[in-house]
């Protein structure tokens, strides 16, 4: 087996690029039509609060909708934001972390919705707004928001991974409809208010089951438990912390990280110390880019524990736990609300398939590996942004099915009424008025060095905690 012994800043970097979404080659082959971009003079810059800026916006038009019967609501075209991360410094570097180009991954998708009838829906219509975004700048995700707000006017807002800074400017200062992919912990639901909505569940339900699991499966017992925590998510720290002791667990060592950054440069003291404190079992909700860190200087003094994870952070996905230590994350178990470890399967699900033999037409291209022994970065973002759309149409749809006109409220009302929705990445999502995270099941899986791979164990099974 390799192990990678020596290379934390290294392991850092390419794990860290899995974290975020670079725009993939352009291939001069490739259909773009309709797209119009703007220039950055042609626009009103953003300026508070930034040190990147918001970029320039690709503006994707749509036919305005027609219809063929009367309805009580004129045809309308609304404006839907698409925020995605732009990491290719790292991608460049690490090819093997590279997420593609998530501009051509939804204009594929908008394209198939419409080529499927899906669009318009009812007597709306859609036109993107798409804008990138730096993954290591919170103030560069504001100052997108602000863009996508008062110069795009944008009615709703699909955003990728890492975007949770901007998706809250959105959904708390501007009142924007923002599906995000990234969970927050219980309470930022209801301070940010109703016009946020994540695809994932939110940190306090998938560290309630994690706990739930592990100790019916034994997996505590007999261990000495230590706990890698981030400082900034101290409301999931604390909801762990407080199922493990009601299981009749404790920590023998708790540390903790501030996961700002590319990566931590104490780490060793890290390993250092939960070595002293005897912990053979450790559990990190943490960035990927700190546990392999972590791994990485617990090589060093020669202390090899177990790890057991969960879904949370950037951990469940093939690309980024090969960036891991294999001598310390090979069998690691765990539970996912993804659908990580398909690929490793050699099939992908219909709606999987789909989406991803609709880009490779539409794009001209071919994803590698795309069903072979891991799932690639461009892959899993391809998959989360073809359901970040199905999820907006389910809304749109719901919100006129009574051929009212359409609004915010309408569509937030439309997304609550959204019940077991099957899609590509995630088993199924479901949202009410009082749950607004969006996955509904969970699987445990096994990490694999020899594949670079989780394999699943078992099936979906819903969240009863």
């Not at 899906?118 to 997108?144: C, M, N, T, W, Y």
């Not at 990280?257 to 002293?276: C, H, N, P, S, W």
């Not at 919100?399 to 077991?420: D, F, K, N, Q, Y």
Request: aromatic letters at 8%; hydrophobic letters at 45%; charged letters at 20%.
């Amino acid at each position: 087996m390799r192990t990678k012994t020596g290379v934390r800043f290294v392991a850092s970097a390419m794990a860290l690029a899995l974290l975020a979404a670079a725009c993939g080659d352009d291939d001069d082959d490739a259909p773009v039509a309709a797209v119009t971009t703007v220039s950055a003079s042609d626009t009103t810059e953003a300026t508070t609060g930034t040190t990147g800026g918001a970029g320039p916006a690709t503006t994707v038009a749509t036919e305005p909708a027609t219809t063929t019967t009367a309805a009580p609501a004129e045809p309308v075209t609304i404006k839907i934001g698409f925020a995605y991360p732009d990491l290719s410094l790292f991608t460049d570097a690490f090819p093997k972390a590279t997420i593609g180009d998530p501009e051509l991954q939804i204009l594929a998708a908008v394209e198939k919705a419409r080529a499927d009838g899906l669009l318009p829906v009812g007597h709306v219509d859609i036109e993107l707004s798409i804008r990138k975004f730096s993954v290591l700048d919170d103030d560069d995700k504001q100052a997108v928001c602000q863009a996508f707000a008062e110069e795009d006017e944008v009615f709703a807002v699909l955003a990728q991974r890492e975007f949770n800074a901007g998706s809250e400017c959105l959904a708390s200062r501007f009142d924007i409809p923002t599906i995000n992919i990234a969970p927050f912990p219980p309470s930022k639901y209801e301070s940010i208010g109703p016009s946020l909505f994540t695809m994932r569940v939110d940190e306090g339900t998938i560290a309630r089951q994690f706990v739930a699991w592990a100790a019916a499966e034994g997996i505590f017992d007999d261990k000495s438990i230590g706990l890698i925590f981030d400082t900034r998510y101290e409301e999931t720290t604390d909801i762990l912390k407080e199922a493990m002791a009601a299981a009749g667990y404790s920590f023998v060592s708790e540390v903790s990280l501030t996961g700002e950054g590319i990566g931590e440069v104490d780490v060793a003291v890290v390993a250092q110390r939960l070595k002293a404190d005897g912990a053979d079992l450790i559990i990190a909700p943490v960035g990927s880019t700190d546990v392999g860190n972590v791994m990485a200087a617990a090589n060093d003094i020669d202390y090899l524990p177990e790890w057991v994870d969960f879904d949370i952070q950037s951990h469940m996905g093939d690309v980024s736990a090969s960036f891991l230590e294999d001598n310390h994350y090979d069998g690691t178990r765990a539970i996912a609300a993804l659908k990580v470890g398909d690929p490793a399967d050699n099939e992908l699900d219909p709606g999987a398939a789909e989406c991803l033999a609709n880009y490779e037409e539409f794009a001209g291209v071919t994803i590698e590996p795309a069903v072979s022994t891991i799932e690639s970065g461009e892959l899993e973002t391809l998959l989360m942004t073809c359901d970040l759309l199905s999820v907006l149409l389910a809304g749109l749809d719901a919100a006129v099915a009574s051929g009212e006109e359409i609004t915010a409220a309408s569509l937030i009302a439309g997304l609550e009424t959204v019940s077991g929705l099957p899609l590509a990445y995630w088993d199924s999502v479901s949202f009410t008025a009082d749950k607004h995270s969006g996955a509904d099941t969970w699987r445990e899986v096994v990490y694999e060095a020899d594949c670079f791979c989780f394999q699943p164990v078992g099936e979906f099974t819903p969240f009863d905690v």
